[in-house]
């Protein structure tokens, strides 16, 4: 039976039987305005036991206003990208997926609608459809950024994006190009794009702070290219340059002594003059765009005789300069700024093991193996092992 006898007033809210016979909870909110259980109970108990959950919660000072999180996931999607600080290449970014792969499914839905089971659905429907994994995870990230802004905003309880690893992105690996495949690329591009193909590769550079280059960036007497901007291509073809993604993007390059020559021949016939001339033009004069260079790209694997099943694009030379620089003995950190990222995630990547290594390894082991049989007493595994693998 109920601790509220009859004849007792609640000391918070209150309960009512409706006509249809089920039961309503009423309260006066924090805000002084009135309030009632968002569904109605079966039992007078259930209701009352309904308000002093919510009593309980205003007094944790963790009561939300219902009504607060009425707003639909697609309102707030906008006004969530409209107040971020993100570079323009960003900010279209998260607008296109919100546009393709939100709005057509849960934006018309309240914030408070949008739950955990809801989430899961949209996933597995994402992927169903045929939707890329990679695309999916990024727009996963950005929902559940969307909804940690909205608990912290008080419009909503919890977030409902809590599927574990979801957001991963989980590409498979990229090919890494030969030292002879590089220069037979270099070789067969065009002579304008000759030293952007090096540099790709040596310098470890993307195709946007490649083309943000101006003569002012290299240093041929110290032989040291400073990164400072990325040109950013959007869907409506204009061009902006603009700081790197992070702090970490602004750095200095070490180039190999062996590139001097092929930045001198560069700088005197294709670079625009002035301290201000960028690096690399096309044909006309103008910033290179993917999509063009994605053809002169094409023809120059033909002509270099690079297998169309490879599918190597321009960014895997960046992957293949960073395999090697990993392979030379270079650090974490000595990795993370030179390619200017600044968390370890995608530096670890480029120190992954080659099967040749792996195989060093095991012959190394091998070797501590038939030594410590060989040898009567305790070997010394240090000086074995050093020995073993420096052959």
Known sequence: MSGNSKGRKRRFGSVRKLPSGRWQ????????????????????????????????????????????????????????VRERDLKARTREEYERHIRLHVRPFLGDLALNEVTAPRIRGWRADRLADDV??????????????????????????????????????????????????VFAIANAIQPRYR???????????????????????????????????????????????????????????????????????????????????????GPQGGIPRRRNFNRVWKKALRDAGIPAEMDLHLHDLRHTGSTWSAQSGATLKELMARIGHSSTRAAMIYQHATRDRDHAIAAALDT????????????????????ATER
């Not at 109605?40 to 308000?51: I, P, S």
């Not at 890329?132 to 950005?142: D, E, F, L």
């Not at 912290?152 to 890494?176: H, V």
């Not at 501590?368 to 050093?386: F, G, K, M, N, V």
Request: hydrophobic letters at 40%; a negative charge; proline letters at 6%.
């Open 25 to 80: 909870a009423r309260y006066i909110g924090p805000d002084g305005l009135p309030r009632k259980a968002p569904d109605t109970f079966d039992r007078k108990r259930d209701a009352e036991q309904w308000l002093v959950g919510t009593e309980a919660e205003i007094l944790r000072k963790e009561w939300i206003d219902p009504d607060a999180g009425k707003i639909t996931l697609g309102e707030y999607a906008d006004d969530w």
């Open 132 to 181: 890329g994994t990679s695309t999916v995870a990024k727009t996963y990230r950005i929902l559940h950024a969307i909804f940690a802004t909205a608990v912290d905003d008080d419009l909503i309880r919890r977030n409902p994006c809590r599927i574990k690893g979801a957001g991963q992105d989980k590409a498979e690996e990229r090919p890494t190009a030969t030292l002879d495949q």
């Open 195 to 281: 030293l952007l193909v090096l540099l790709a590769t040596f310098a470890q550079l993307r195709f946007g702070e490649l083309v943000a280059l101006r003569r002012r960036n290299v240093d041929l007497d110290s032989m040291e290219l400073r990164v400072r901007r990325a040109t950013a291509e959007m869907e409506d073809g204009t061009q902006v340059d603009d700081d790197p993604k992070s702090d970490a993007g602004k750095r200095p390059i070490s180039l190999p002594a062996g590139l001097k020559k092929d930045i001198q021949a560069h700088l005197e016939s294709f670079a625009q003059t002035g301290p201000n001339g960028r690096l690399f033009v």
């Open 368 to 387: 501590l193996i038939t030594e410590a049989r060989d040898t009567p007493s305790r070997p010394d595994l240090a000086r074995i092992w050093h020995a």
